[in-house]
């Protein structure tokens, strides 16, 4: 009865092996169905808005735009996933009275993320220049389905990360 007992405890400790684990992102739940909006644009490893304006001035109307407007600075994400890929459409708004459209993919396996964006006239705002060019040259992403998402690509020789928070979901 001994020798029983301890072989089952052995096979239900053997069983995780068998079982492994999923490290694929459920790209869907993660970019679907939300309306993202931009909290702010920092290099990799800091916590802080990167100083993109060459005047304070200007800085202070990019983040007037930013934290006084809930319709700026957004981005809505539409596709179906076929496996750990994601294809679709996104839509959304830079600064008032500029919409961007275009198209997106992202990888869950290996978190590669692309996108093809344009975008009306949004004058001479450094946020909003940043801000496309971000989504258009972006490399990678982080995100869960609690509302976290972290898209980063490179500018020269830096790497920024747009830090998005979920103000929609449908």
């Not at 679907?32 to 993109?52: A, R, V």
């Not at 981005?75 to 009275?97: D, M």
């Not at 998005?164 to 449908?170: A, G, K, L």
């Amino acid at each position: 009865m001994k020798k029983s007992f301890c072989k089952l405890v052995g096979l239900l400790l053997l069983l995780p092996l068998f079982t492994g684990c999923n490290d694929t992102d459920d790209v869907a739940a993660i970019f679907t169905g939300k309306t993202w909006k931009l909290n702010y644009i920092t290099e990799d490893g800091k916590h802080d808005m990167f100083d993109f304006w060459e005047s304070e001035a200007a800085r202070k109307k990019s983040i007037d735009e930013l934290d006084n407007y809930t319709g700026t600075y957004n981005i809505y994400f539409e596709g179906a996933a076929e496996g750990e890929i994601i294809n679709g459409s996104l839509r959304g708004t830079l600064v008032r009275a500029c919409s961007l459209e275009g198209t997106w993919g992202a990888n869950g396996k290996n978190n590669d993320f692309q996108a093809n964006v344009t975008a009306g006239n949004y004058g001479t705002d450094a946020l909003a220049k940043n801000f496309l060019e971000g989504l258009n040259t972006a490399t990678s992403y982080e995100g869960d389905t609690n509302g976290n998402l972290f898209i980063l690509y490179k500018s020269g020789q830096r790497t920024f990360r747009m830090v998005f928070r979920v103000i929609n979901s449908n």
